[in-house]
């Protein structure tokens, strides 16, 4: 089995957040990533999913040097940013595909599917 990171990018313009959400809109957004969590739990492939709030919010730390710098604000600026995703635990890539395909359908966006690395074996 490998892991996989189903990712849900968002518009770095807009920055939306559950609190500044439309409520009719959060609440079908919040029943459509239950029903895949359902699913994926009911399989067996889900290990396990999240919210991220807006890069607005990140602190970057750098301890790679003399001194520790923090930073507000993203490491990146992107047109697009890492709103949410799930990671699940799939037989192949193509279980994977399907997967987001399932998601996509549902939030009604994009979605991008990345295997984690495994060391290899010595």
């Keep these: 089995m490998t892991q996989y990171l189903l990712s849900v990018p968002h518009d770095s313009s807009e920055e939306p957040t559950m609190e500044s959400m439309d409520p009719a809109e959060l609440e079908a957004a919040l029943a ?3 029903a895949i969590i359902e699913e994926l739990q009911s ?10 709030m807006p890069p607005s ?3 970057t730390v750098d301890n790679t040097g003399g001194s520790l710098s923090t930073v507000a604000g993203p490491f990146v600026e992107a ?9 699940i635990d799939v037989a192949d890539e193509a ?6 395909a399932r998601a996509s359908k ?10 984690f690395q495994v060391p290899p074996e010595g």
């Design 106 to 115: 549902a939030l009604g966006g994009r979605i991008e599917v990345r295997a």
């Design 57 to 59: 919010t990140a602190v």
């Design 95 to 100: 279980t994977a595909l399907d997967w987001a």
């Design 79 to 87: 047109p697009e940013y890492l709103g949410g995703f799930w990671v």
């Design 32 to 34: 459509a990533t239950g």
């Design 43 to 52: 399989t067996g492939a889900f290990v396990f999913a999240g919210g991220l």
